[in-house]
């Protein structure tokens, strides 16, 4: 990865630094950025454990993996704005859901954002399946330079004890039309919660070197990698801007708390003391 970088970069010098040890009374330095091997599987870990905390009471049959494939950035500074909408688009969908049945109170979200980079003469070595999902999406404009556009995609974990996996996928596919544009992948009842989870997490965060072409594992280009984890690194303010994250939707006492820049926020309303049971019909106080 380093190697792929411009010199100098900071994002170069960062990545060179992690791991050294005296910089602040002998421990380790990290840089935190989401470009960093080392530094994204410690966030990783971190992130599997707080999610098993979380949803230790929580059962198979009402986890799933959805994946929502957004749109395609042009160029990699572009990333950005298709993610920030995305985002968006799904709270939206979500608290829309939320007003027209309360049973949608209780689902939670939490994913990261990935991008695939794609040009133009991919179009005719992709698979099917790739190709079909492809073609719900925005053709984008593609570069002179024969650089990459970027299919901006979301994988996250979603907790929805109080609706099925079929009415979520609707809903969401109803956000965003098209075949294979989303996918709500039910938890293995062969694994266990923190297995299933952990699986999720590690898939959703991995570090991204290459991409599977047809039958074949093509490596990226050092310019993608740069130009990818670049922006990431300008981005992504050390991973939350990374992360979407939606909790459930508690009593007044217990405001929703859906702002990714606040640590730890998890919700706190428990299931005991939420004041309905979970009829279709909406509850207002
Ligand atoms: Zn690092």
């Given at each position: ?56 009471d ?47 109170d209780r ?54 004890p ?85 909790t459930q939707k508690c009593s007044v006492e217990h405001a929703p ?9 998890y919700s706190t309303c428990s299931f005991n003391s939420y004041p309905i049971l979970y009829?279709?019909?909406?509850w207002?106080a």
């Amino acid at each position: 990865m380093v190697a792929a970088l411009p010199w100098p970069s900071p994002l170069r010098n960062k990545l060179s630094k992690c791991g050294e040890f005296g910089h602040w009374a002998w421990n380790a330095w990290r840089c935190h950025s989401p470009a960093c091997v080392r530094c994204r599987s410690l966030y990783s870990s971190g992130q599997k454990k707080q999610l098993t905390t979380t949803l230790q009471d929580a059962r198979n049959a009402d986890l799933s993996m959805v994946t929502i494939m957004f749109a395609v950035a042009n160029e990699a500074e572009s990333i950005g704005p298709v993610w920030i909408k995305g985002k968006s688009d799904l709270r939206n969908r979500v608290n829309a859901m939320r007003r027209e049945n309360a049973r949608w109170d209780r689902v939670v979200i939490t994913g990261w954002m990935e991008a695939d980079p794609i040009v133009f003469d991919d179009l005719a070595t992709l698979g099917s399946q790739q190709r079909t999902m492809l073609a719900s999406l925005n053709m984008p404009a593609w570069r002179a330079d024969g650089g990459p556009a970027w299919v901006v995609h979301l994988h996250a974990v979603a907790h929805h004890p109080a609706i099925d996996w079929q009415s979520m996928n609707a809903a969401l596919t109803s956000q965003w039309p098209g075949e294979r544009r989303v996918h709500v992948q039910q938890f293995s009842e062969g694994r266990s919660v923190e297995s299933n989870l952990s699986g999720v997490v590690s898939y959703a965060t991995k570090y991204r070197a290459g991409r599977w072409i047809g039958a074949g594992y093509d490596y990226w280009p050092a310019p993608w990698m740069a130009e990818y984890y670049g922006w990431m690194d300008r981005f992504s303010h050390g991973w939350k801007s990374m992360r979407f994250r939606m909790t459930q939707k508690c009593s007044v006492e217990h405001a929703p708390v859906n702002d990714d820049d606040i640590e730890p926020m998890y919700s706190t309303c428990s299931f005991n003391s939420y004041p309905i049971l979970y009829t279709d019909a909406r509850w207002s106080a």
